[in-house]
Nanobody
Framework: QVQLVESGGGLVQAGGSLRLSCAASGGIFSRHAMAWFRQAAGKEREFVAAISRNGGQDYVDSVKGRFTISRDNDKKTMYLQMSSLKPEDTAVYSC????????????????????WGQGTQVTVFS
């Protein structure tokens, strides 16, 4: 059983930066693909970025070039560095984990992720 805890959210002016962290406990972190999803008020949860066990990355088009996902297996932590933030990035950001074998492609589907954090609020004001 994997437990995930996000941190790093907050209030930031448009154009600013934030770094989110997702700390994992339980399970073997290195055997899990990881992802960030977000849900804005009144909208469905959407995929933001994912990182595979061996560091492969995938991003939704709206954050490419602005967000960077990374992981530190020794620290059992995943990160999302967010730059050039826009008001439309405002949402609750949640991390998710998926136990996989190395050859499994990165997934953007929430149904493929078994473990979820409680979320952290990111608010970007103009």
């Amino acid at each position: 059983q994997v437990q995930l805890v996000e941190s790093g959210g907050g209030l930031v002016q448009a154009g600013g930066s934030l770094r989110l962290s997702c700390a994992a406990s339980g399970g073997i972190f290195s055997r899990h693909a990881m992802a960030w999803f977000r849900q804005a008020a009144g909208k469905e949860r959407e995929f933001v970025a994912a990182i595979s066990r061996n560091g492969g990355q995938d991003y939704v088009d709206s954050v490419k070039g602005r967000f960077t996902i990374s992981r530190d297996n020794d620290k059992k932590t995943m990160y999302l560095q967010m730059s050039s933030l826009k008001p439309e990035d405002t949402a609750v950001y949640s991390c998710a984990a998926r136990h996989t074998i190395l050859t499994v492609p990165i997934s953007r589907d929430t149904r493929d992720y078994s473990y979820w954090g409680q979320g952290t609020q990111v608010t970007v004001f103009s």
